[in-house]
């Protein structure tokens, strides 16, 4: 089965949910740059909490046949990016996310933010 990149960012998202990051947002860039279609945006607690919320969305995507392109920062922990091509998953600690502030960068982007309610609610 084909996924869209949409599908692959909330799918991401929902991910994430899972492993209870922080601040879940999914940004469409589709008409703001040819780079990527989508960011999901989300923040771990501690260095350990990005890396399990990195691992699981590397995991559970592969399971569905969709296999990350590139990996930076797992060294560190710090901010992972997971580069899927057509969606790029940022999961950062919250002070290197409050530092760079993608969300303001990207401000002119429609957002979508995921909560645990609209999780269920499609499931």
């Known amino acids: 089965m084909k996924f869209t990149a949409r599908e692959i960012a909330i799918a991401a998202g929902e991910i994430a949910?899972?492993?209870?990051?922080?601040d879940v947002k999914v940004l469409d860039l589709?008409?703001?740059?040819?780079?990527?279609?989508?960011?999901?945006?989300?923040?771990?607690s501690l260095d350990l909490h990005?890396?399990?919320i990195s691992d699981a969305i590397v995991e559970e995507l592969e399971k569905r046949k969709i296999k990350v392109w590139h990996i930076e920062g797992y060294s560190v922990l710090k901010w992972?990016?997971?580069?899927?091509?057509?969606v790029v998953v940022h999961i950062f600690?919250?002070?290197?996310?409050?530092?760079?502030s993608l969300e303001r960068l990207w401000g002119d982007a429609p957002m979508e933010v995921l909560s645990e309610q609209k999780v269920e609610s499609a499931r």
């Open 93 to 100: 600690n919250r002070e290197i996310r409050d530092f760079y």
């Open 50 to 52: 990005v890396k399990a």
């Open 30 to 44: 589709r008409e703001l740059t040819s780079v990527t279609d989508y960011f999901v945006i989300c923040s771990g």
């Open 80 to 86: 992972v990016l997971l580069d899927y091509v057509d």
């Open 17 to 22: 949910l899972s492993k209870k990051a922080i």
